[in-house]
Each structure stands twice: as C-alpha cells, then as structure tokens.
C-alpha cells in the first residue's frame, strides 16, 4: 500500500472509531436532541422573522424558547401528567373487575352478537367433537390484556420522569438551535460530498416534504384528540380525558388511525347507553372526528408528499418499534431523505 493510501486508511479507521464511540455518547440524548431538533425545523420561519424586527439573534432565539416552553413543552408535560394520573386511577379499578373474572365473562357473552357467536362456535365444534374451554379463552385474553396495559403503563411513567429530568437540557438545546442552528446547518451541508445542485434539492424538497407531513399529521392529531374528548365527554364515557389522549396517540397509525379507539368506545356506548347515543355518536365520530383527517393534511401536505401511501404505513410502523413514539417523526423523515437520494441516483446513473 502506498505511503499516501496508508495514511488516508489509518485517517479513515480513526475517523469511524470515534464516530462510532460517539454515537453512544449521545445514544442517552437522542430523544431530547431529535424533539429539540424537530421543534426548531418547524418553527425555523417564525424565528426568522421574529430576528429581522428584533435585530438580536439572543434576543430572538430566547423569546421563541419561552414560547415553546409555555406552550408546547409545559401543556405536554401536563398532558402526560394528567394521563399517568388517569390510568392510575383506572388501573384499580380494571384489576377489580378482572379478579371477577365470571362476571366479565357473563358481561361479555350478555353482548347479543358475541353470545350468537358463541353459542355458534360452541355447537359447531361439538359436531367436530372438540372441547374448548371459553371461560379459560376469556380468562388467558384480560389477563393478557391486563399485563400489556401495565407493561406499557410502567413505560410512560418512565418516559414521563425521563421527560422531566431532562426539560433543562431540552431548553438550553433549542435556545442554541435556534441561535446557532444555521451555522450548524451550513457545516454539515459542507460535509456532503455532492454536487451544490444535488445538496440544495435534498436540503429543500426534503425540509418541505418533512414540514408538510409531520406537521399536518401533528395537527390533526391534536384536532382529533380534541374533538374526541368533546364526543367522550357529552356522551358519558368515563375517564373521556384518558381516551381522547390515547385517540390522539392512535391518529398517528395510517391504518386506522382515531378511529381504531372511538369505533370500539361507540360499540360500547350501544350496548351501555343505548341505540340513540350510540347512534349519535357513531355520527359525530364519522363525520367530525375522522373528516377531520381528510380537511387538514390535505391543506397542510397539499402535494408535497409524493411517497405511497403504503410505502409510508411500512416506515411508521417500522419507526414505532425501532424508535418508539419518537419513530412516529423519525420515521418520515428518514423515507422522505431516501426518496430523495433515489432521485439523484436515478439522474445520475439511471436516466442518462
């Protein structure tokens, strides 16, 4: 190996040593660094704008901190707080009615299409001459479903304390991306060895797309977790604030989406309020919870996003269990920065 290629190898082994040493450096920050990073890529315009009238790049960057804080990062945490609050009170009172297990059972087959399908099943495999112990079904599925809701119960608190402790480090984070972020950005766009005509196109039509689909998917989340609560609450659903934040967690699922929660909440208010509330609320759940869906991201993403839907359910879904909730964000992100670079590819070695 020439004198030369033997250095610039040594240089490169030394170079991806420490990348790799630093990635678990600040593998603990990840989730702090990325919704800090997150927040000031979509509020980078209003920054902008708020430093020509103010003048001062402290200045500005330390009023558009403040109101992150008092209305994004403040207003989560309490909703977070409020929803650990719920399902601890709810927790109790579902582990009651699971040590009696008869009387869930008898609840459960009381439901006319359940017990029309039971007794179906029943008799069907009779004529087969197989036994099958519902009662022992029944008992295996709540005790399943008890361990997964505690299990992810102990997660978000977790989560939760994770959060707090970190609020500091999260603030100071996005005071210096906002003030430093550009210059930041300037030195990694330096660092890409590509074309200035390759760089910008990633750079734009990535932030673009990123900012129409994130965004639109956040509000509408808030929208429908909002107006869930409102057909919770007037309908009589119990602990209606703790659903409505899971609904708002469940409209980031493409399949689905709000309405994998009020569909089931409105089967049980048939079977518990009876047909003209069920009915009303099957109404308002269709046209207003999930119409909202089809009204804002169309405004927002508008045609930005030119990735297949189902190319995108795949990412989110593989986001969530790579990343967790955070995955919900990463997860556009990373398909829209790879939509991009086939582009290139494709002008560079295919279409020519």
């Not at 956040?218 to 609904?247: D, E, M, R």
């Amino acid at each position: 190996m020439e004198p030369g290629k033997y250095k610039q190898f040594i240089f490169l082994v030394f170079l991806f040593f420490f990348l790799f040493l630093g990635y678990f450096l600040f593998l603990p920050f990840f989730k702090i660094v990325f919704l800090s990073l997150f927040i000031v890529v979509i509020l980078y315009p209003l920054y902008e704008k708020l430093k020509s009238k103010i003048k001062s790049e402290i200045l500005a960057s330390l009023t558009l901190t403040l109101l992150v804080l008092i209305f994004i990062i403040i207003p989560s945490i309490l909703i977070i707080a409020v929803f650990v609050n719920e399902l601890t009170k709810l927790y109790p009172i579902f582990i009651n009615k699971i040590s009696k297990s008869d009387s869930i059972e008898s609840f459960i087959l009381s439901i006319p299409v359940i017990s029309y399908l039971h007794e179906k099943i029943i008799s069907y495999l009779q004529t087969l001459n197989i036994k099958v112990d519902i009662q022992d079904f029944l008992k295996t599925a709540i005790s399943y479903v008890v361990n997964f809701l505690i299990s992810k119960g102990r997660t978000i608190f977790i989560d939760f304390s994770f959060i707090v402790l970190g609020i500091i480090l999260m603030i100071i984070t996005i005071f210096f991306l906002f003030k430093d972020g550009k210059n930041f950005y300037i030195w990694i766009y330096k660092l890409i060895p590509m074309e200035e005509k390759e760089k910008n196109y990633i750079a734009v039509s990535s932030y673009n797309t990123i900012q129409g689909i994130v965004l639109g998917s956040f509000l509408t989340a808030i929208a429908q977790g909002i107006l869930s609560f409102i057909g919770y609450y007037f309908s009589g659903v119990g602990f209606s604030l703790f659903w409505a934040i899971i609904t708002f967690f469940s409209a980031f699922i493409p399949i689905g989406g709000a309405s994998l929660i009020w569909v089931p909440i409105a089967v049980y208010l048939f079977f518990t309020k009876g047909l003209i509330v069920g009915i009303l609320f099957s109404l308002y759940g269709t046209f207003i919870i999930s119409t909202v869906d089809n009204i804002i991201k169309p405004i927002v993403i508008g045609g930005k996003a030119n990735i297949h839907p189902l190319i995108m359910i795949f990412a989110i879904f593989g986001g969530l269990n790579l990343f967790g909730f955070v995955g919900v964000f990463i997860a556009p992100i990373i398909v829209v920065i790879i939509y991009n670079l086939l582009n290139i590819f494709q002008e560079r070695y295919v279409a020519g």
